[in-house]
C-alpha cells in the first residue's frame, strides 16, 4: 500500500481580537506613529505567530526605525510559518535589495530558494536563484551542478552554457561541460538560421577550449574550423575538410587557398575567410596544431605570425591581447620552439603588468636553452622585484632543472609537496618522487625521508650510548626547521596578494584569508607567547633550548653562548610583521561583518606578551580594536577600548574628546555609553583630579575613598604626582553628557557649570547647559517651567553671541540653525522660520569660505543649509503650505 500523502496544515483561523489588533497596526502604521504600531503587532503575533504579513510589517517598522538586521531576521524566521511561494520570493527579494552581503545573507537565501525547490521541484527560477547565490559565495561545485540541472530543462540556454564554461575551467573540469556544449553546437549546425542563430564566437571559443583542454586535438580542429565556417556564411564549402593544413583560413587568397581547384575566387570576400576569423579561435588553430604533433609546428607558426609579434607600435596585438601571448608563448617553450617563444615572451616584456616571476622564469628557460647566459642572469635579477608565491618556487624548480641542478631542483620540490602543492608540481611538469634514487637534502628547512636503513643504522653507531635521545632532539630540530620554512612560505603567500586583496578583489581575499588564518593559529599555538602570569615578559625560547631561526643572512646564535638580546623573530618573520598580518586580519573579519573571528584575532594579540609589554605595538593594538568596533557597531566593545584611553592617559583632554565622538559615532542604543560602571568610572576621574586639586591641608577633611585618592611616596608633591594645576572641562563636560542622557538634567547642569567656570566662553558648554535647562522645562513634573526655560534662552543667546563674535561664517550658521531648533522644539515657529531662513543665506558664505580659506574650518566640511531646508519644509507642510514647501525641497533638497 502506497504511504499516505498529507497536505499542508490550515493555517490558524485569525481571531477577533487578532483582527482587531492588525487593524490597530494598520492604523497606527498609516499615521506614522510606528511606534504603537510594532506594539500592536507583537501582541497580534503572540496571538498567532503563523500570519506572515504580521511579520512582513514588523519587519517594515524595523527597518523604518533603521533596524535593518532585525528586520530581515524578524523576516527569515517569520516567513517559516507558511509554504505559500510568493511570501519566500518577497523575503528573497529583500535580502537582495537590502541585505548585506555576507555569509549570513547568502545562507538566508540558499535556505529560502532551497525551501522553494522543495514546495515545488520544477521552479527553475529558484534554481537559477540558487545558482547565482552560490557563485556569490564561492561555492563553484554546486553552482555546476546547479547549473547542470538547468542546462538539462533549458539545454540551448547561451547564458547558462556560458556560466557552466566559467565553472568547469575554474574547476579544472571541463570533461564535464562537453556534451552539453557538443549537443548545442549540433543542435545549431543542424536547425538554427544563420540570421538568428543562438551560437555565437564567444560560445564557439568555449568549446574549442573545452576540446583542447582534454587534449581532444583533432576533435577540435575539425570542429572549429567546421563552425566557424557556418558562422561566416560558408557551411557548402565543406571540400577544404579534404586539405590536411589550413589554408583555408590565410588572410590573402594568394598563394595557398587558389591551388585548390573547388575554390571560387571571388565569390566571398576574404573576411569570410582567415579575415574573418576572430584572434581567439586564430591562437586556437595554432595550439591545436602544436597540439598534434611535431609535423604541424610549421601550420602553427603561421597562425601565430598573425599576431605580429615583432609590431611595438600602441595598436599592436599583444596590448589587446597580452593573455594570448602569454599562452601561445608557453606552449612554444613547452613544445621546445624556444626562439619562437623569445618572440612573445619579447614582446610581453614592454608590458610591466605582465612581468611576474612566472614569466621571468619561462623567459630565463628559453635563454638558458638557447645559451644566452646573460640574458639568464639579468631575468633572474628581475625577479628582485617580483612577488614569491608558489609559482615563484615551481618556476625556479623547471628553471634548476632546465640547469641540470637536481639538488636545487628537489629542495625546492620538497618544499613544495610540504605546502600541499602536490598539483602545481605534476602540472607544471616537475617530478614528485624520483624512483630508485636518494632526493638530496639540504641543511636547515629539509628533511631526507628516504634514507636507506644501512645509512641511518652507521649514523646511530656513530652517535654511541646517546643515540636514542640525540636522534630525538635532531628529529624535533628538523620539524621545527620545516614547520618554520612553511609558516615563512605561508607569510610570502599572504604577502604577495595583500595587494590585490586591498583593491577589493573578493576571489584572491578568499586565498589570502586561508594564509592569514593558518598563520594565527599557528602564532596561537606558541605557549612561550602566552604565560600563565599575564607580567611574564618574553626573554627567548630558551625553555625548548632553541634558537630562534633569523632572517636571511643573519648569522644564527649556537645554544652555548650567552645572548642578551630578546629575539624579535618567530618562524623568520619578525613581531612586527606579525602584528602588521593579524591586525589586517582582524579588519578583514571586521570589514566583512565577521565579529567573533574579528574580537578572537584582537584578544589574541592583546594578551601576547611580545606585544602587551611594548607601549608601541600595543597601541597599534588598540587602535585597530578601537576601529574594528566603528566598524561593527559594537557599542560595548567601542566603550571598553576608548576607556583604555583614559586609563593609560588619563590627564589628556584628547582621550576625552575621543571618548565621546566615537560613542556619538555609534548610532545604537546609549546603554553602554551612560551606563553605571561608565558614569562610576567617569566620576572617579573627576574626583581624583579634585583630589590632586585640593590644598594638602583640606585633604583629610573630604570624603573620599582610596580609589578616589592620588597617592605618592615624594612629598614634594603633595599628593598631585601628576603635576595638575586646574580642573580638566573636557572631563566635566563628559560626565555631565552621561548624566543628561540618563535624561538627569539637574546633575549634568552641576558639571556643565564647573566646566562653564574654567571656560565661560566656550560656546558648546553654553549650549549644553541651555538644552539641559529647556529639557528641564519640558517635564511634566517642573518646578518652575518659565524660569527653566528662560534659563535655557539666556544661555543660548550668550552661545549665539560668542558664535557670532568671530566672524566665521560657518560658525554663525551653526548658531542660526541651533536658535532656530530651539525655536522650533519650543513651538514658536514665527521666530523658527526666521532663524532657519538666516541659516539658508549663510550657506553660499560657507562654501565660499571653504574654498578660500579651509584652516578657518580645521578641516571640517560641513553645511547646514539642508537640515535648515528640511526643517523649512516640515513648517511649511504641517501648515498646509505644500507649495511653498515644493519650493524650498527644489531649491535645496534636490541633488
Known amino acids: 500500500m502506497a504511504p499516505r500523502k498529507y497536505k499542508p496544515r490550515a493555517a490558524a483561523e485569525l481571531t477577533p481580537e487578532f483582527r482587531r ?16 504600531a510594532y506594539n500592536h503587532a507583537l501582541e497580534a503575533i503572540k496571538l498567532n505567530p503563523e500570519h506572515f504579513p504580521m511579520h512582513g510589517i514588523i519587519s517594515e517598522i524595523l527597518m523604518k526605525k533603521n533596524r535593518l538586521t532585525d528586520a530581515l531576521s524578524v523576516l527569515c524566521v517569520g516567513v517559516h510559518s507558511t509554504r505559500e511561494p510568493t511570501a519566500w520570493w518577497y523575503v528573497i527579494n529583500t535580502l537582495n535589495e537590502k541585505g548585506p552581503n555576507n555569509k549570513e545573507t547568502r545562507q538566508r537565501l540558499q535556505e529560502c530558494y532551497s525551501m522553494l525547490l522543495d514546495i515545488d521541484r520544477g521552479d527553475n527560477k529558484a534554481r537559477l536563484g540558487r545558482m547565482y547565490n552560490y557563485i556569490k559565495g564561492g561555492q563553484t561545485t554546486r553552482a555546476k551542478n546547479e547549473c547542470l540541472h538547468l542546462l538539462k530543462l533549458e539545454p540551448y540556454n547561451t547564458d547558462l552554457l556560458t556560466h557552466l564554461a566559467e565553472f568547469c575551467f ?29 551560437l555565437n564566437w564567444q560560445l564557439l571559443d568555449f568549446y574549442v577550449d573545452l576540446l583542447i583542454q582534454v587534449e581532444r586535438y583533432e576533435e577540435a580542429l575539425i570542429r572549429l574550423k567546421t563552425a566557424a565556417r557556418w558562422l561566416l556564411g560558408r557551411g557548402h564549402e565543406t571540400f577544404w575538410d579534404a586539405q590536411s593544413d589550413d589554408r583555408e583560413w590565410d588572410i590573402e587568397d594568394e598563394p595557398r587557398r587558389l591551388e585548390i581547384s573547388e575554390f571560387v575566387q571571388g565569390e566571398f570576400d576574404t573576411s569570410a575567410y582567415g579575415a574573418g576569423l576572430m584572434v581567439e579561435l586564430r591562437a586556437k588553430l595554432g595550439l591545436i596544431r602544436l597540439g598534434i604533433g611535431p609535423e604541424h609546428h610549421q601550420e602553427a607558426l603561421k597562425h601565430f605570425d598573425c599576431l605580429e609579434p615583432e609590431d611595438d607600435s600602441d595598436d599592436a596585438y599583444v596590448r589587446e591581447y597580452p593573455e594570448i601571448f602569454r599562452e601561445i608563448g608557453d606552449a612554444l617553450r613547452e613544445s ?13 616584456r614592454t608590458l610591466p603588468n605582465e612581468v611576474d616571476s612566472r614569466f621571468c622564469f619561462d623567459i630565463a628557460i628559453c635563454y638558458q636553452a638557447l645559451g644566452r647566459d646573460s640574458d639568464v642572469r639579468l631575468s633572474i635579477q ?14 625556479l624548480a623547471k628553471l634548476y632543472q632546465a640547469q641540470g641542478k637536481a639538488a636545487e631542483m628537489w629542495h625546492l620540490i620538497n618544499q613544495l609537496r610540504r605546502m600541499g ?28 625521508t628516504s634514507a636507506s636503513p644501512s645509512a641511518r643504522g652507521s649514523e646511530r653507531r656513530s652517535v654511541g650510548p646517546l643515540s636514542s635521545k640525540w636522534n630525538k632532539k635532531q628529529q624535533k630540530d628538523r620539524e621545527r626547521r620545516v614547520r618554520d620554512t612553511i609558516i615563512k612560505s605561508r607569510y610570502e603567500d ?19 584569508l586561508g594564509y592569514a588564518n593558518e598563520l594565527f593559529e599557528d602564532f596561537r599555538s606558541q605557549p612561550l607567547f602566552f604565560p600563565r602570569d599575564k607580567s611574564t615578559k618574553f626573554t627567548g625560547f630558551n625553555k625548548w633550548k632553541r634558537v630562534v631561526t633569523l632572517p636571511d643572512g643573519e648569522n644564527l646564535v649556537e645554544p652555548e653562548e650567552k645572548d642578551d638580546d630578546v629575539p624579535n623573530y618567530y618562524r623568520n618573520i619578525s613581531f612586527d610583521e606579525w602584528l602588521d598580518l593579524l591586525m589586517r586580519l582582524a579588519l578583514h573579519y571586521a570589514k566583512n561583518e565577521i565579529g567573533e573571528g574579528c574580537w578572537e584575532v584582537l584578544n589574541v ?26 566598524i561593527l557597531k559594537d557599542e560595548q566593545r567601542l566603550v571598553e577600548e576608548a576607556r583604555w584611553f583614559l586609563k593609560n592617559f588619563p590627564f589628556v583632554s584628547d582621550g576625552y574628546r575621543l571618548f565621546t565622538a566615537v560613542s556619538r559615532y555609534c548610532r545604537t542604543d546609549t546603554s553602554y555609553y551612560n551606563s553605571g560602571p561608565e558614569q562610576k568610572f567617569m566620576l572617579r576621574q573627576i574626583k581624583i583630579m579634585d583630589f590632586g586639586l585640593l590644598p594638602p591641608e583640606h585633604r583629610a577633611t573630604f570624603l573620599f575613598t582610596d580609589g578616589d585618592r592620588v597617592k605618592t611616596t615624594e612629598p614634594t608633591k603633595n599628593g598631585n604626582p601628576h603635576g595638575l594645576t586646574e580642573h580638566d572641562p573636557a572631563v566635566l563636560c563628559l560626565y555631565g553628557h552621561m548624566m543628561f ?16 567656570v574654567i571656560a565661560p566662553e566656550d560656546p558648546i558648554i553654553n549650549l549644553c547647559i541651555a538644552i539641559s535647562y529647556v529639557q528641564m522645562g519640558y517635564k511634566r513634573q517642573s518646578e518652575n517651567r518659565q524660569y527653566q526655560i528662560q534659563q535655557g534662552l539666556s544661555f543660548l543667546f550668550q552661545y549665539y553671541d560668542i558664535r557670532m563674535k568671530g566672524n566665521v561664517a560657518l560658525h554663525m550658521q551653526e548658531a542660526e540653525f541651533n536658535v532656530g531648533m530651539m525655536w522650533h522644539s519650543l513651538g514658536l515657529l514665527h521666530l523658527a522660520l526666521p532663524a532657519y531662513e538666516r541659516a539658508l543665506q549663510l550657506s553660499e558664505r560657507v562654501q565660499a569660505e571653504k574654498l578660500n580659506d579651509g584652516d578657518v574650518y580645521g578641516g571640517i566640511k560641513e553645511d547646514f543649509a539642508a537640515e535648515a531646508a528640511y526643517a523649512i519644509q516640515t513648517i511649511l507642510v504641517v501648515g498646509g503650505d505644500a507649495e511653498g514647501a515644493r519650493r524650498i525641497t527644489e531649491q535645496w533638497l534636490v541633488l
Open 382 to 395: 628581475s625577479l628582485k622585484n617580483t612577488v614569491r608565491d608558489a609559482h615563484f618556487y615551481i618556476g
Open 170 to 198: 575554474s574547476l579544472e573540469e571541463p570533461a564535464a561541460a562537453l556534451p552539453m556544449y557538443e549537443n548545442f553546437v549540433d543542435h545549431c549546425l543542424k536547425n538554427d538560421r544563420l540570421e538568428v542563430t543562438s
Open 494 to 512: 599572504a604577502l604577495g596578494l595583500q595587494a590585490a586583496v586591498d583593491a577589493g578583489d573578493p576571489d584572491v581575499a578568499a586565498e589570502w
Open 421 to 448: 602543492k602536490a598539483d602545481m608540481i605534476r602540472k607544471a611538469g616537475l617530478p614528485l618522487e624520483k624512483e630508485g634514487t636518494l632526493r638530496p637534502s639540504t641543511s636547515g628547512s629539509s628533511v631526507s
Open 21 to 36: 489588533l492588525n487593524n490597530l497596526v494598520t492604523k497606527a502604521y498609516a499615521e506614522g506613529k510606528y511606534e504603537a
Open 336 to 348: 621546445e620552439l624556444y626562439q619562437q617563444a623569445l618572440q612573445y615572451y619579447e614582446a610581453l
Open 605 to 630: 594579540t592583546q594578551s601576547a606578551n611580545i606585544f602587551a609589554h611594548e607601549p608601541a605595538r600595543t597601541q597599534i593594538v588598540r587602535n585597530v580594536a578601537l576601529s574594528c568596533a566603528l
Open 741 to 756: 542622557v540618563a535624561a538627569t538634567y539637574s546633575s549634568a547642569l552641576t558639571y556643565y557649570f564647573r566646566a562653564y
